[in-house]
């Protein structure tokens, strides 16, 4: 008895993305399998459930193999074994270092250390986010911090070009590395409501401005750690607050230039809110001591200021003390109050 049986070889690795990325999300064979019965792939395929089911375990099998190369993308182009279209490795690498923003949020500023690795099955509970995961977006945190940490040159360039990502993603992981290096503390209660791109955007305003590297492009942690000099230089700042003369001055130019401009004015003028954190390890921390710690957006959200109140007050803050005759570190106050300014303008949510 003949058998008439057709058959199809090529070459080309058949990744289906929709099972790529229940794998990614750390289902098991068998719950992705039922994800993709209720969205009808049998009926659109005219297949059995055992089909499906072999189906989804080759690609697994698949997507397990290629994943020692997704650690190192770069190996992915140039490897025999899959042959994957260029497209598609752009697609498979993305999505393999895309993270969950409820994840990252919980381990933003911890160290990547196995102690932080050992609390990811909390972690895990309180976001929803499965327990594989969470760890395969924890080691990609690590493998990329460890990889660019000590390389000269821009860092989300770096990170850019040795991972292949594209220039957002590769900008957020610059912020996980920026935050991971400074132990910045971003699980305030009161840092709550912020979400991981407020302080991304934030991350990147300080790698742009007050690390080394905004000063010197070729050097070893330049978009990692702050500058140094410009901390010791903030140190100056403190004469707006500590000389009474000068601070009255300073109340005074912003108290006229905001008189009969908002509602808010006569808060304003009581609680005459910016105070200039300079000393040392305060710098550190300043996203956080301006928020956790009650020194401007605390008092201001609570006097139910907009965010169009606070866009004037900090814009006259800033620029009144330009006039002040006797003020003499106007370089410094405007690489200061630049960032702050962008980053409260961010964070702000009236």
Not at 12 to 22: C, N, P, R, S, W
Not at 24 to 31: A, E, I, K, S
Not at 104 to 132: F, H, Q
Not at 240 to 255: A, G, M, N, P, R
Request: proline share 1%; aromatic share 10%; with cysteine.
């Amino acid at each position: 008895m003949s058998v008439e049986l057709d058959v199809f070889v090529g070459n080309t690795t058949i990744m289906d993305e929709e099972v790529y990325q229940l794998w990614l999300d750390g289902y098991t064979v068998n719950d992705a399998v039922k994800v993709r019965m209720e969205g009808g792939v049998l009926e659109e395929c005219e297949a059995s459930a055992d089909v499906l089911l072999s189906d989804t375990m080759d690609q697994y099998r698949t997507f397990q193999m290629c994943e020692r190369l997704l650690h190192s993308p770069a190996k992915l182009a140039n490897q025999l074994l899959f042959q994957i279209p260029p497209h598609r490795q752009v697609v498979l690498i993305e999505r393999y270092y895309t993270f969950d923003d409820a994840f990252v949020r919980e381990v933003l500023g911890k160290k990547l250390s196995k102690g932080t690795k050992k609390d990811l099955d909390d972690v895990s509970a309180k976001t929803n986010v499965t327990l594989k995961s969470c760890r395969r977006q924890f080691d990609n945190f690590k493998r990329v911090f460890k990889v660019v940490e000590e390389l000269k040159g821009p860092l989300v360039e770096n990170i850019r070009q040795h991972f292949l990502l594209s220039d957002k993603l590769a900008r957020d992981y610059a912020a996980i590395v920026f935050f991971a290096n400074n132990r910045f503390e971003t699980g305030k209660r009161k840092l709550q409501y912020l979400t991981f791109q407020d302080f991304a955007f934030c991350a990147g305003q300080l790698i742009n401005n007050w690390t080394v590297g905004a000063v010197d492009n070729m050097v070893e942690d330049m978009d990692v750690d702050l500058d140094k000099e410009f901390l010791q230089e903030l140190k100056e700042l403190k004469i707006l607050i500590t000389d009474k003369d000068l601070l009255d001055q300073h109340k005074s130019l912003v108290c006229t230039a905001l008189r009969g401009k908002t509602k808010a004015f006569n808060e304003m003028e009581a609680n005459f809110k910016v105070r200039i954190k300079s000393h040392g390890h305060h710098i550190l921390h300043v996203l956080a001591h301006l928020l956790a710690h009650g020194h401007f957006i605390e008092p201001c959200r609570s006097d139910r200021w907009t965010t169009a109140d606070m866009r004037l007050y900090l814009t006259h803050y800033t620029n009144s003390a330009h006039i002040l005759d006797t003020f003499k570190h106007q370089v410094v106050w405007d690489r200061y109050m630049g960032v702050v300014k962008s980053c409260i303008f961010k964070m702000y949510h009236d």
